[in-house]
């Protein structure tokens, strides 16, 4: 089923992981999208990848989300490309873990302002031309870490738990032209950013997920088509944890 036929959706950080798997998701059902990630390498890799299955569905941006005109100049280009948004998901994110004792500032704003920063600069880059065409989707990924907190990584909870209040406060804001915000919180999901992480921890997370394995990024990618397909008119606002049960 093609949900997404004519429609332009923008993903953040595609070049790798969970958005790489949400680019392919909403161009396997005709969405036209715009992979924007740090590195030209990556958003383009993402962008081929996507045209040898359909001519022309999809163009690389290389931008870095933590500068906000440079964002803004980018969200203008997408447009000038395509002509309209309909879609965009805030999915580039960073860890810089560590206690709070030690951490320093620049890990703090780093984290900061990438996750939730960067977020709000490519609404503000979108929301004008989805306010015009009264319609719009809009899907920020959180994290567990955001409802939970975690020991280790201040600003990273911190980052994930200000994408919330800047979902709910979006779709109030929104709602009102028919555009709706919302956000997931993906549990553990094997990428580059959990590789990284030691067996012994990795160890002790499983034996907390209830489904008995780790998430990966098409459990995400699903998540997302649903909350950006038209049938999820009615939803705005919410937080949809995507973890195998991990927190309930
Ligand atoms: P990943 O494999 O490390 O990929 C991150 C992507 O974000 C890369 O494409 C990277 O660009 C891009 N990015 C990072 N900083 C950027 C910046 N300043 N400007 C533009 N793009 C930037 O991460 P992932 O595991 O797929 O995570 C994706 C999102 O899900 C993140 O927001 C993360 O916090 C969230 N999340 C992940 C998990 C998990 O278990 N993996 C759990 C909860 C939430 P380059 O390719 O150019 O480096």
Redesign the pocket.
Known sequence: MMRFENQVAIV????????HAIALRLASEGARVAS????EK??QSTAEEINRTRVDAARAYA????DHAAVQACGAQILADFGRIDILVN?????RDGLSMRMSVEDWDTVLD??LK?AFSFTQAVMRSMIKQRSGRIIN?????GLTGNAGQANYAAS?AGLIGLTKSLARELASRSITVNAIA????T????GVLPDQIKEAILAKIPLGKFGE?EDIAAAVAFLAAPEAKFITGQVLTVDGGMVM
């Open positions: 953040t950080g595609a070049g790798r992981g969970i958005g924007v990630s740090r590195s990556t958003s931008v870095d989300v933590v999915n580039a994110g960073v860890t990438t996750n960067g990924i959180s994290s567990i870490a994930k993906p549990g553990f999901i990428t580059d950013m959990t990024s």
